[in-house]
């Protein structure tokens, strides 16, 4: 099992930047992938972007393509969601998640994925 503590969320206006951070301990796989996703009031969450491990692919929803940069540190367990131009229908609770498994083409779904922080409030004001 993988733990995972996010951090960084806050109010921002739209148009602005804000960047996230999820802290990962306990035992990551090299094939494993990172996924960020979101989940605001009355809504499904729903991904956002993910990355591996061993390679740092990355993948996006097209809903934040161009806006939202994923990455990671290896040496840090640390993955981060960089995420500029800020819109307000960004505002949601965005969660960190973790899964063994190399990406198959699921990297999307929520229930491809083992292990989730707590979240961080992302708020976007118009």
């Known amino acids: 099992q993988v733990q995972l503590v996010e951090s960084g969320g806050g109010l921002v206006q739209a148009g602005g930047s804000l960047r996230l951070s999820c802290a990962a301990s306990?035992?990551?796989?090299?094939?494993?992938?990172m996924g960020w996703f979101r989940q605001a009031p009355g809504k499904e969450r729903e991904a956002v972007a993910a990355?591996?491990?061993?390679?740092?692919?990355?993948y996006y929803a097209d809903s934040v393509k161009g806006r939202f940069t994923i990455s990671r540190d290896n040496a840090k367990n640390t993955v981060f969601l960089q995420m500029n131009s800020l819109k307000p229908e960004d505002t949601a609770v965005y969660y960190c998640?973790?899964?063994?498994?190399?990406?198959?083409?699921?990297?999307?779904?929520?229930?491809?994925?083992?292990?989730w922080g707590q979240g961080t409030q992302v708020t976007v004001s118009s």
């Open positions: 306990g035992r990551t796989f090299s094939g494993s992938i």
């Open positions: 998640a973790a899964r063994r498994a190399p990406n198959d083409g699921t990297w999307f779904r929520v229930t491809a994925y083992e292990s």
């Open positions: 990355v591996t491990w061993s390679y740092g692919m990355a």
